[in-house]
């Protein structure tokens, strides 16, 4: 009887162990896993640079129209530029247009457009259109 179970425990111990097919299918399921993991993360940080310069740009451009409106109308010219150290990397175009309108007869009235394109790296584009009128 001792026999029979000296032979139990030894079948036991013999098969309490992981395989090597059963090593190599969890380690190709967790490379597998931590690959979509990495890619998942990096697309995550893509997004939120988006995010970031889509919250930034609007501010930005305000901010240059602002400047743009503290002029009398007639004075502004097209201009470039960047935003300085606060904001590396940002810069600035700013165009205006008069626009020709059949509902303003009297030439001392005047409608013009306003564009200020807003760009990070040369990549990232933000624009921002407006139309102010003004009288001589």
């Known amino acids: 009887m001792d026999r029979s179970l000296a032979c139990a425990c030894r079948r036991h ?9 059963e ?16 890619k998942l993360q ?3 940080i893509l997004m939120s640079a988006n995010s970031r310069f889509l919250t930034i740009a609007p501010e930005l451009a305000q901010a240059k ?7 009398d109308f007639k004075d502004i010219t ?10 590396p990397n940002y810069a600035w175009t ?8 059949e509902l303003i007869t009297d030439n001392k009235y005047h409608l013009i457009r306003i564009d200020i394109n807003v760009t990070q790296n040369n990549e990232n584009n933000f624009q921002l259109h407006t139309y102010r009128f003004y009288t001589d």
């Not at 111990?13 to 097919?21: D, M, N, Q, W």
């Not at 097209?78 to 904001?87: S, V």
């Not at 700013?94 to 309108?101: D, G």
């Open 94 to 101: 700013l165009s205006t247009e008069e626009v020709p309108t």
């Open 13 to 21: 111990i013999r098969h309490s162990g992981f395989t090597l097919l």
């Open 78 to 87: 097209d201009n470039a530029g960047d935003f300085g150290e606060d904001y």
């Open 23 to 38: 090593v190599l299918v969890a380690l190709a399921v967790l490379a597998i896993a931590l690959t979509s993991i990495y």
């Open 42 to 44: 990096g697309q995550t």
């Open 65 to 71: 129209l602002s400047e743009a409106e503290r002029q």
